[in-house]
């Protein structure tokens, strides 16, 4: 192919489709027979299909993107998503073991090419938004009746069973957005040899076998899947199955996708490789409600994607290997105490006039969160987020702080959150686990500490898409953060950057970005939606705030026509969690805690802390216990702008978790 030939980023696709085929046309027994095949089964098969057009589905039946040269399949596009199917008439087929045989002898090996056809549609389909996942392949197996499982990503189905394959995915795409993609398909798969597009069923002659009535008509009667799930802007959908050669990074302001994409992709390479597709976060309660929505999103792959917390990993790998551990938090919280009394306050640090909360965090992020054992490397530390400059007198003081708060410790016999990580990331050092999970991805992946990523690193190192780290810096809460090289991670410019926020309206991003003033931050992200202005109140004191926040909520519920699951109070510290969820209950409105998450419907308003709150999105917010302090110019000293720039991000992370209506309340 000349120069002038390549193809470009547009035609591409085609290309792999191509190229597939022509591995599927090598394959003698699935093109040798094929006019066979077609003569005496294509036609049932296609009677068979046709009788999905009752339900809003297209058949492209006997297509072929190479032309005549290459082998057929038909094309099923409608709600249920896209559905690749070729029809094979193999007798005596067993499957056992994920492996699938026709007359003792395995075969295969000759689905590969059918797996590299649904990547190259995959990958043409993202450019209209079609989430990677809606791509399904199938072999129908003529006369067979029966007959159903997964072979390395292919469903074998005979074919009196495959029209309740189809209606087992229920609804997933809307009619404009089944339009949208059918438009695509019909270029992508022209006629191989009749000029008609697609099969159209003969209602007088129309009868569904068996129990697929009943399945096709409760599948067409389910509301559609919720539209981020299966249908997304190119961008996303592309960057979801997109290649990086070596660990890589998705960034993007609030609201801009970037969990959707990090799901979509944990499913896309779940289906693409063998293993356990790690996904996990810092946040207790986002791998619980992220299981849940992958179940809805990719029910075929959501066994094969691995949802934990980082802590509860790093505690697997020790009690694997019997390394044992026992975390008292309270107790940790009497040792760091005892070691400021004895050695921090007596000395340097308790002279600055820098309460010992900055000094625990020095101790506790800057330190311990980098696993630094070296008095020499924590003087040589940038200290990256951490304003109060430090000389090497101090240095040397709060290194004495970290040694006392050490050995009150071991004194107690008692760890901390951040020993069960670094004796984790000494064990996976000592005896590593290379081909545990055959790809990590990481969300929220700013607020983890650097033994944080080294351990998730090292369980895929630099192999191609085997890290992927998802995040926002702005919406950081840590006091302080390190640096990529500090985790020993390169990304050599692997990555991607989503900037349109399809989840706030415009007058919620500029509402919550007039708060947000601290150095560094990027460009906003643009608003896909306008809605109404948010509100916000001032109140003189707690008990009006609390009248007027009751007073909003039960307007919601009302003209609004909320449900309680659609709104939530999001407050800064537990205090506020508990007076929120105490005037609530109080006002008979319906209450639930926000970590209280389950698969039956939410009748509750939740309520929690706004760093429960991270990763999730809701209809409605309510900011629960916002200071007027917090929202005048910023001061001068150095730690108190610190600690006020991270208590800007907090605010703008909640209120940047709506999606329709804000409310604030100040006092």
């Given at each position: 192919m000349s120069a002038e030939e390549s193809p470009t980023a547009e035609t591409r696709p085609l290309v792999r489709v191509a190229t597939a085929l022509v591995r599927l046309e090598a394959r003698p027994s699935l093109v040798a027979e094929r006019p066979r095949i077609d003569e005496v089964t294509g036609?049932?098969?296609?009677?068979?299909?046709?009788?999905?057009?009752?339900?809003?589905?297209?058949?492209?039946?006997?297509?072929?993107?190479?032309?005549?040269?290459?082998?057929?399949?038909?094309?099923?596009?409608?709600?249920?998503?896209?559905?690749?199917?070729?029809?094979?008439?193999?007798?005596?087929?067993?499957?056992?073991?994920?492996?699938?045989?026709?007359?003792?002898?395995?075969?295969?090996?000759?689905?590969?090419?059918?797996?590299?056809?649904?990547?190259?549609?995959?990958?043409?389909?993202?450019?209209?938004?079609?989430?990677?996942?809606?791509?399904?392949?199938?072999?129908?197996?003529?006369?067979?009746?029966?007959?159903?499982?997964?072979?390395?990503?292919?469903?074998?189905?005979?074919?009196?069973?495959?029209?309740?394959?189809?209606?087992?995915?229920?609804?997933?795409?809307?009619?404009?957005?089944?339009?949208?993609?059918?438009?695509?398909?019909?270029?992508?798969?022209?006629?191989?040899?009749?000029?008609?597009?697609?099969?159209?069923?003969?209602?007088?002659?129309?009868?569904?076998?068996?129990?697929?009535?009943?399945?096709?008509?409760?599948?067409?009667?389910?509301?559609?899947?919720?539209?981020?799930?299966?249908?997304?802007?190119?961008?996303?959908?592309?960057?979801?199955?997109?290649?990086?050669?070596?660990?890589?990074?998705?960034?993007?302001?609030?609201?801009?996708?970037?969990?959707?994409?990090?799901?979509?992709?944990?499913?896309?390479?779940?289906?693409?490789?063998?293993?356990?597709?790690?996904?996990?976060?810092?946040?207790?309660?986002?791998?619980?409600?992220?299981?849940?929505?992958?179940?809805?999103?990719?029910?075929?792959?959501?066994?094969?994607?691995?949802?934990?917390?980082?802590?509860?990993?790093?505690?697997?790998?020790?009690?694997?290997?019997?390394?044992?551990?026992?975390?008292?938090?309270?107790?940790?919280?009497?040792?760091?105490?005892?070691?400021w009394h004895d050695a921090g306050a007596p000395g340097l640090l308790g002279a600055t006039g820098v309460g010992r909360g900055y000094w625990r965090e020095e101790v506790e992020y800057v330190l311990k969160g980098r696993g630094i054992t070296e008095l020499e490397k924590y003087a040589d530390l940038a200290r990256a987020g951490r304003r109060h400059p430090l000389d090497a007198e101090l240095r040397r003081a709060v290194w004495d702080l970290y040694q006392a708060y050490q050995d009150q410790l071991r004194s107690l016999g008692v760890h901390d959150d951040l020993d069960v990580v670094l004796l984790a990331e000494a064990e996976l050092r000592r005896a590593p686990e290379r081909g545990r999970f055959s790809a990590v991805i990481v969300d929220e992946a700013q607020d983890l500490t650097c033994a944080m990523l080294r351990l998730l690193h090292s369980y895929v190192g630099n192999v191609p898409d085997g890290l992927t780290l998802i995040g926002d810096s702005e919406q950081a809460l840590s006091p302080g953060w390190c640096t990529l090289a500090e985790a020993w991670i390169s990304l050599a410019w692997r990555g991607a950057v989503l900037d349109v926020n399809y989840r706030s309206t415009a007058q919620i991003l500029e509402s919550a970005a007039q708060i947000f003033t601290g150095e560094g931050r990027g460009a906003p992200a643009t608003a896909s939606r306008t809605g109404r202005e948010p509100v916000i109140e001032r109140c003189p004191t707690e008990a009006e705030r609390g009248d007027r926040m009751v007073a909003w909520i039960r307007t919601l519920l009302t003209a609004a026509r909320a449900e309680p699951g659609d709104i939530v109070v999001l407050c800064v510290s537990p205090t506020g969690v508990a007076q929120a969820f105490g005037r609530l209950m109080t006002a008979a409105i319906p209450v639930i805690e926000l970590t209280d998450y389950g698969s039956a419907p939410v009748r509750g308003v939740r309520v929690g802390t706004i760093e429960q709150a991270k990763g999730l999105e809701f209809r409605q917010v309510v900011m629960g216990d916002v200071a007027a302090s917090w929202l005048d110019a910023l001061p001068d000293d150095d730690v108190e702008r610190e600690r006020c720039e991270r208590r800007r991000r907090e605010l703008y992370m909640g209120m940047t978790r709506a999606r329709e209506g804000l409310w604030v309340g100040v006092v």
């Amino acid at each position: 192919m000349s120069a002038e030939e390549s193809p470009t980023a547009e035609t591409r696709p085609l290309v792999r489709v191509a190229t597939a085929l022509v591995r599927l046309e090598a394959r003698p027994s699935l093109v040798a027979e094929r006019p066979r095949i077609d003569e005496v089964t294509g036609s049932a098969v296609a009677r068979a299909l046709s009788s999905l057009t009752t339900f809003g589905h297209r058949v492209l039946a006997d297509r072929s993107p190479f032309g005549d040269r290459g082998p057929r399949v038909d094309v099923l596009v409608g709600p249920a998503g896209v559905f690749l199917l070729a029809t094979e008439a193999w007798n005596n087929v067993t499957i056992l073991g994920g492996r699938i045989y026709q007359e003792r002898e395995e075969v295969t090996e000759q689905l590969d090419a059918l797996i590299e056809l649904r990547r190259a549609v995959e990958a043409d389909l993202a450019t209209v938004g079609l989430a990677p996942g809606e791509v399904r392949v199938a072999v129908v197996l003529a006369g067979a009746q029966g007959i159903q499982g997964p072979v390395s990503g292919v469903h074998v189905v005979g074919a009196d069973d495959a029209l309740l394959h189809v209606a087992g995915f229920g609804t997933r795409l809307t009619s404009a957005q089944v339009s949208r993609v059918l438009a695509r398909a019909l270029t992508l798969f022209p006629p191989v040899v009749k000029p008609a597009s697609s099969v159209v069923a003969d209602p007088r002659g129309l009868r569904v076998v068996g129990d697929a009535d009943g399945a096709l008509l409760d599948a067409a009667a389910t509301a559609a899947a919720e539209a981020w799930m299966t249908f997304l802007d190119p961008v996303q959908a592309k960057l979801a199955r997109r290649s990086f050669n070596g660990p890589a990074r998705i960034s993007g302001a609030t609201g801009t996708g970037k969990t959707c994409v990090g799901l979509l992709r944990a499913a896309f390479l779940a289906r693409s490789r063998p293993g356990t597709v790690l996904y996990t976060s810092n946040l207790r309660t986002l791998s619980w409600v992220l299981r849940l929505t992958l179940i809805g999103m990719a029910p075929d792959v959501a066994d094969r994607v691995d949802f934990t917390h980082v802590h509860s990993l790093a505690r697997r790998v020790l009690r694997e290997r019997g390394v044992q551990v026992n975390v008292q938090p309270a107790q940790a919280d009497t040792a760091m105490e005892k070691a400021w009394h004895d050695a921090g306050a007596p000395g340097l640090l308790g002279a600055t006039g820098v309460g010992r909360g900055y000094w625990r965090e020095e101790v506790e992020y800057v330190l311990k969160g980098r696993g630094i054992t070296e008095l020499e490397k924590y003087a040589d530390l940038a200290r990256a987020g951490r304003r109060h400059p430090l000389d090497a007198e101090l240095r040397r003081a709060v290194w004495d702080l970290y040694q006392a708060y050490q050995d009150q410790l071991r004194s107690l016999g008692v760890h901390d959150d951040l020993d069960v990580v670094l004796l984790a990331e000494a064990e996976l050092r000592r005896a590593p686990e290379r081909g545990r999970f055959s790809a990590v991805i990481v969300d929220e992946a700013q607020d983890l500490t650097c033994a944080m990523l080294r351990l998730l690193h090292s369980y895929v190192g630099n192999v191609p898409d085997g890290l992927t780290l998802i995040g926002d810096s702005e919406q950081a809460l840590s006091p302080g953060w390190c640096t990529l090289a500090e985790a020993w991670i390169s990304l050599a410019w692997r990555g991607a950057v989503l900037d349109v926020n399809y989840r706030s309206t415009a007058q919620i991003l500029e509402s919550a970005a007039q708060i947000f003033t601290g150095e560094g931050r990027g460009a906003p992200a643009t608003a896909s939606r306008t809605g109404r202005e948010p509100v916000i109140e001032r109140c003189p004191t707690e008990a009006e705030r609390g009248d007027r926040m009751v007073a909003w909520i039960r307007t919601l519920l009302t003209a609004a026509r909320a449900e309680p699951g659609d709104i939530v109070v999001l407050c800064v510290s537990p205090t506020g969690v508990a007076q929120a969820f105490g005037r609530l209950m109080t006002a008979a409105i319906p209450v639930i805690e926000l970590t209280d998450y389950g698969s039956a419907p939410v009748r509750g308003v939740r309520v929690g802390t706004i760093e429960q709150a991270k990763g999730l999105e809701f209809r409605q917010v309510v900011m629960g216990d916002v200071a007027a302090s917090w929202l005048d110019a910023l001061p001068d000293d150095d730690v108190e702008r610190e600690r006020c720039e991270r208590r800007r991000r907090e605010l703008y992370m909640g209120m940047t978790r709506a999606r329709e209506g804000l409310w604030v309340g100040v006092v």
